[in-house]
């Protein structure tokens, strides 16, 4: 079994920073992808930030510049430094972790998410 908890969510002020942080747990042979997802209140989950198992990232436009994506493999960790915090940032931010186990050769796992909220 496998299991994504993510932390670091919090109150900031507008143009404050945050750094989520995402851990990967259980019988995990290998880890793919690392994705964080942003739900705003009343709206759909959104993709902010991938990295690949080779280092390579990817960010929604809104974001870039911003937001950096990190990984550490040896911990099986993904990282989200979030800088010049806006209003539109503010919702529940998911992690979302590619593994393979000794059972399985490619599985999806959701951690619970944590909030941000971006506020005076």
């Known amino acids: 079994q496998v299991h994504v908890v993510e932390s670091g969510g919090g109150l900031v002020q507008p143009g404050g920073s945050l750094r989520l942080s995402c851990v990967a747990s259980?019988?995990?042979?290998?880890?793919?992808?690392m994705r964080w997802y942003q739900q705003a209140p009343g709206k759909e989950r959104e993709l902010v930030a991938t990295?690949?198992?080779?280092?390579?990232?990817k960010y929604v436009d809104s974001v870039k510049g911003r937001f950096t994506i990190s990984r550490d493999g040896a911990k099986n960790t993904a990282f989200l430094q979030m800088n010049s915090l806006k209003a539109e940032d503010t919702g529940v931010y998911y992690c979302?972790?590619?593994?393979?186990?000794?059972?399985?050769?490619?599985?999806?796992?959701w951690g619970q998410g944590t909030l941000v909220t971006v506020s005076l």
């Open positions: 979302n972790v590619e593994v393979g186990t000794n059972l399985v050769r490619f599985l999806e796992v």
């Open positions: 259980g019988t995990i042979t290998a880890i793919y992808d």
């Open positions: 990295i690949r198992n080779d280092g390579s990232t």
